[in-house]
């Protein structure tokens, strides 16, 4: 049972002497050579090798089974009938002696009758397997089909049924070796995972290692045939509080909380700034100060501007072969960590980060840690600090298109299949011209689509390589106080192994990695520690007062930034489910965070378009839907953070390969106005809502009692200052009560709570309170004993949204403001204070004569709660910082 019969035609056409392969670069070769699946190939070749496994296993047991199974046959069959059926599948599926012609057949067959028999039932086996079709050529056995073969086979099986069964359900022989394609019928790699799972006790550890490892090799084959990973719908964020995590947020600076960042292309708002002024701005400090000024006064104080350092050449060229002659070097393709000098350099971006300093404006740049461009400086330098074989992963890679650099180092080469859209390489081929050394090395990859075919990947289980990211790190962090990370989760631990470094059984991410993967303990050894925890320590020690923000997803939003310690992190739900009206998971979403720790929920980065996604007026329009998600995002705790163009209703998604707006598109000063009306001034109130300390998020209670998962109501406190937030987030009308807050973690208590409306506003429980609505500007009264008692009851219209701030409180011992409240009957005035002074105007002018000319307020009871002295003032309009 170790000499495998293969059809004599599959070993002359393609020299192939088994089934297993000894790597999976051979597999892959003989793949190539017959025009299959490699996946198939290698999974057929585990398949036999286990079902080997199990029928020695079984004949262990029952030493004489083979020879009594022969004696049935030659009594049933005649002994002529079965030894010209063995005859012929010998010298058809010849084993490498007779194939070699060291044997002839009939001397093999006088001692290996019983071995025969074996690879008889196997045979039967590979034919009678569905997903084993397109490897027909290999065990095809219709030359058997004019001998006892099929009678034989049919024999056989009776004479297995009626021996003692194996394993805990004493299964027959013939049940063990059909249940993976029964249970699997059309997946091979189904079949594998079944015998693993059902036989791995018996396999062994080191052999189920290895088949674990072939999994993850038919994986990664699989997803190379394909298109890669789907972005599909926005997965709600869970907690697993088994899994413990320290917590070691990092504490933000007194600027941090009341950030709010606007996102530019640089070189496409450098041309747009051209046409908007009519004269040439090139370079960083030719940014108008006017354009400063706007950002500042709309209550910006933060600026990211993308694409400032200095980019791959060999991206460039791509682009243009490909037919782009305008196109840039894609901003996350870098040579260096230069300020570009088509940008003006280094004195250009000082000069205009002092002029934003003194307007209250912070820059923020990109650190792209995961790669770097494929003709980078560090390429040219370091070819070691990357990825790479020294041979092409793949037999069908060719290298034969033209060399994309133009450094005298090295020549830089991608695929030749890229080019014409019918592959998309893994690797790329660097070589070198002083010595005609060849590496291919690897490109970019987060294991979800397609490579980045214009970077190369760093090799993160060395250490020093570990240490020139965080060098580079501090450069960017000593120019710019905030800094965002590209890709960020792709450098968590545990996604470093799971894409490059794969464990058995948990590779298939990257094509080709499989077997470079490495043990729990081996990868432990080379990557002891998070690489960002590390980052965020030294850059708090380093080069305090900068802001790191993350772009994470995975689920791992809250690792970063309560354990790895980043001061911020995206948070892509809030744009995907909103934009989808799927309100019910995003309250959960939020209500899941605020159960689990509720600081995590103000270190969010909250946005309704990013430079990777359609355009936020593509997405939400330009109507109420917009304004309301809009106003969530500008009042919820965390970091609001404006695309380009948003503002304006640009609908161009700028790539980041451009270097001009391709559209000439005119703003839409409707919107802009929007914004100026509803949005900007809660951008200079951020201070009451950034953060998460006396945030609470309601459920709304409509009449019928359910809770209308479409309104997102919440409030928050700073101090004396109030706002509660009210929205309808779907085409419908809805009302209801807000009174109870959903369930948070106490931070005291280290237990759930609750808090009504009234606590979490810090109202008094008696007289009334004043507030403004800052979407209508009209004020509103209410009965504080009432909003103690029932909550406050709101009616929405179709993605209708209010904001309530600017809090007062009446004391009301005469009744009076009981009088106004009644009057307005819930309804919204322009001054609830003109109403009180319309209805006892009369009233006033009475008691001023009988007081003998000494004027009486007429007011007695318009107190400030918030001290029980402090008279109310007039309501204003929405004030600014």
């Not at 996604?495 to 059984?505: D, V």
């Not at 403001?817 to 009369?842: I, M, P």
Request: hydrophobic share 40%; proline share 5%; net charge negative.
């Amino acid at each position: 049972m170790n000499e495998y019969h293969l059809s004599r035609h599959a070993r002359q056409q393609y020299a192939l002497e088994r089934l297993t392969f000894p790597d999976f670069q051979q597999a892959r070769q003989v793949a190539a050579r017959m025009g299959v699946s490699a996946a198939d190939l290698y999974a057929l070749g585990l398949i036999d090798e286990v079902l080997r496994i199990l029928l020695r296993h079984y004949v262990s047991a029952h030493p004489d089974m083979l020879t009594q199974a022969v004696s049935f046959l030659d009594q049933g069959l005649g002994a002529d009938h079965v030894h010209l059926t063995q005859w012929t599948f010998t010298n058809d599926f010849p084993p490498e002696v007779v194939y070699r012609g060291r044997l002839e057949v009939e001397k093999y067959l006088q001692t290996r009758r019983e071995a025969v028999l074996a690879e008889l039932l196997l045979l039967h086996l590979h034919n009678l397997n569905p997903a084993a079709s397109n490897l027909e050529e290999l065990f095809d056995d219709r030359p058997l089909m004019s001998t006892a073969y099929t009678a034989l086979i049919e024999r056989l099986k009776t004479f297995l049924a009626q021996q003692p069964g194996l394993g805990s359900g004493r299964e027959s022989l013939t049940e063990m070796l059909t249940a993976p394609l029964r249970v699997s019928p059309n997946s091979l790699a189904g079949q594998l995972e079944y015998l693993v799972q059902r036989w791995g006790d018996l396999l062994g550890p080191d052999f189920v290692q290895r088949l674990l490892r072939g999994l993850d090799f038919i994986r990664e084959e699989i997803r190379r045939g394909g298109t890669g990973g789907a972005s599909g719908p926005a997965p709600v964020l869970t907690f697993d509080r088994s899994e413990i995590e320290y917590e070691r947020f990092s504490p933000d600076r007194e600027w941090m909380p009341r950030l709010v960042l606007m996102a530019k292309n640089t070189y496409v708002w450098l041309e747009q700034l051209s046409r908007k002024y009519g004269r040439w701005i090139r370079f960083l400090n030719d940014i108008p100060d006017e354009e400063l000024d706007i950002l500042a006064e709309r209550g910006f104080t933060g600026l990211w501007l993308i694409g400032l350092w200095e980019r791959s050449r060999a991206s460039q060229r791509i682009k243009n072969w490909l037919g782009d002659p305008d196109a840039v070097a894609s901003a996350y393709s870098l040579h260096s960590y230069e300020i570009a000098a088509d940008l003006g350099g280094w004195p250009a971006l000082e000069n205009l980060r002092a002029r934003a300093w003194q307007r209250g404006i912070r820059l923020s740049a990109d650190m792209v840690p995961n790669h770097m461009g494929i003709d980078s400086e560090w390429v040219m330098a370091h070819p070691e600090w990357f990825l790479s074989l020294p041979y092409p992963p793949f037999p069908a890679y060719s290298f034969t298109s033209g060399d994309l650099s133009d450094d005298p180092r090295a020549g830089i080469i991608l695929e030749d299949h890229y080019y014409d859209r019918t592959d998309a390489a893994v690797v790329f081929k660097r070589f070198d011209r002083a010595t005609g050394e060849e590496r291919y090395i690897y490109h970019g990859n987060d294991g979800t689509s397609m490579p980045w075919n214009d970077t190369a990947q760093l090799d993160y289980s060395k250490a020093e390589v570990r240490e020139a990211v965080i060098q580079t790190i501090l450069h960017v962090a000593r120019h710019f106080p905030i800094i965002r990370f590209d890709a960020a989760m792709t450098l968590a631990r545990k996604h470093i192994q799971r894409l490059w470094f794969p464990e058995p059984g948990q590779g298939g991410a990257i094509p080709s990695r499989a077997e470079h993967g490495m043990t729990r303990e081996q990868f432990d050894a080379a990557l002891p520690n998070e690489f960002w925890r590390e980052v965020v320590d030294r850059v708090a020690a380093e080069v305090p007062d900068t802001l790191l923000l993350a772009e994470a997803f995975w689920l791992m939003e809250g690792y970063f930034v309560r354990t790895l310690g980043m001061h911020r992190v995206y948070n892509s739900a809030f744009m995907h489910m909103l934009r989808d009206e799927d309100n019910a998971k995003y309250r959960q979403v939020m209500k899941n965070v605020l159960e689990f720790d509720p600081q995590v929920i103000k270190r969010f980065v909250n946005f309704m378009n990013n430079p990777d996604e359609r355009t936020a007026i593509e997405q939400f329009g330009d109507g109420d839907k917009y304004f309301g998600v809009c106003t969530l995002m500008c009042t919820l705790p965390g970091l609001p953070m404006f695309g380009h163009g948003q503002i304006e209703g640009y609908r161009e998604k700028y790539g980041m390969e451009f270097r001009k707006p391709k559209w000439d598109e005119q703003v839409n000063e409707g919107l802009v106005r929007g914004h100026e009306w509803r949005i900007f001034p809660l951008l200079h109130r951020r201070r009451v809502f950034a953060g998460s300390e006396n945030f609470l998020l309601y459920d709304f209670y409509a009449p019928q009692g359910y809770v209308n998962e479409d309104v997102f109501a919440y409030s928050n406190r700073l101090g004396e200052e109030r706002g509660l937030v009210v929205y309808h987030n779907k085409y419908a009308e809805a009302s209801g009560w807000v009174k109870t807050s959903v369930a948070y973690m106490d931070k005291a208590s280290r237990k759930l709570a609750r808090q009504s409306l009234a606590e979490g506003l810090a109202l008094p429980r008696d007289g009334y309170a004043i507030f403004t609505d800052y979407v209508t500007r009209l004020e509103y009264i209410r009965s504080c004993r009432e909003l103690w008692e029932k909550g406050l009851f709101v009616g929405l219209g179709a993605y209708q949204c209010h904001v309530f701030l600017d809090w007062r409180f009446v004391s009301d011992e005469d009744g009076r403001w009981a009088q106004v409240c009644q009057a307005l009957g819930g309804a919204g005035a322009a001054s609830v204070q003109a109403k009180f002074d319309e209805l006892f105007a009369t009233r006033e002018v009475g008691d001023v004569q009988k007081a003998d000319g000494k004027r009486k307020t007429g007011r007695k009871g318009v107190t400030g709660k918030k001290t029980g002295t402090q008279k109310t003032r007039k309501p204003r309009m929405p004030v600014t910082d």
